[in-house]
Every structure is written in structure tokens, then in C-alpha cells.
Nanobody
């Protein structure tokens, strides 16, 4: 069974930075796409950004230029570097790993809380 585990959340002041990590139980290269999602209280979960196996990233407009997704294949880990954080970035952040095909799966982590104070 595939597992993904997030870490790195916490409390930070506006303008600060945090880096989230997502580690997969299997080879990260086995996943076609990996992504970060977030869910703020009372709101729907939204896609923050994705990164493909070839390293191509795509981002939510409101985080472009502030957030960067990267991956370390040797460590089976994806990262979300968040800079210039704003109070509206406060949410639970989730990692998602998608494998396409007959044995396709979509694995979710348990989430990690990010709180940005004004």
C-alpha cells in the first residue's frame, strides 16, 4: 500500500517562509504527477501546484512567484517552498501522488497545518 507523509508545517509570521516535505513509501518516479493541495476552514480543498515526473510545475495563480515545488528523486521526496507567506495561506496542506494506468492510484497524506499570523 502506497503511503505519502507530509511534514514541515507550523506557525510563521506574514512575510516568512516555510518548506513542506512529502515523502512517498515507494519510488517517487513511479508517480506520474504529484501535487500539493490546501484546505482552509470552511473552504473547499484547492490545488496549490503540481509537478510531473519530468519536473514540470504548475501553480495556483495566487501563489505564483511565492511558492516553488521541487522533488528529490533519490530521497523519494517532494517539497513545497513557501516564501512571502500571507495570512490567507493559512490552511491544512496535503500531498497527493497520482499513478496512472491499470494499477492507478491517488494517494493522500494526512495533512500538515500551516498558520500565518498577521
Amino acid at each position: 500500500q502506497v503511503q505519502v507523509v507530509e511534514s514541515g508545517g507550523g506557525l510563521v509570521q506574514a512575510g516568512g517562509s516555510l518548506r513542506l516535505s512529502c515523502t512517498t513509501s515507494g519510488s517517487i518516479l513511479s508517480f506520474n504527477t504529484m501535487g500539493w493541495y490546501r484546505q482552509a476552514p470552511g473552504k473547499q480543498r484547492e490545488l496549490v501546484g503540481t509537478i510531473t515526473r519530468s519536473g514540470i510545475g504548475n501553480y495556483l495563480d495566487s501563489v505564483k512567484g511565492r511558492f516553488t515545488i521541487s522533488r528529490d528523486n533519490a530521497k523519494n521526496t517532494m517539497y513545497l517552498q513557501m516564501n512571502s507567506l500571507k495570512p490567507e495561506d493559512t490552511a491544512v496542506y496535503y500531498c497527493n501522488a497520482v499513478r496512472l494506468g491499470l494499477s492507478g492510484i491517488s494517494a493522500w497524506g494526512q495533512g500538515t497545518q500551516v498558520t500565518v499570523s498577521a
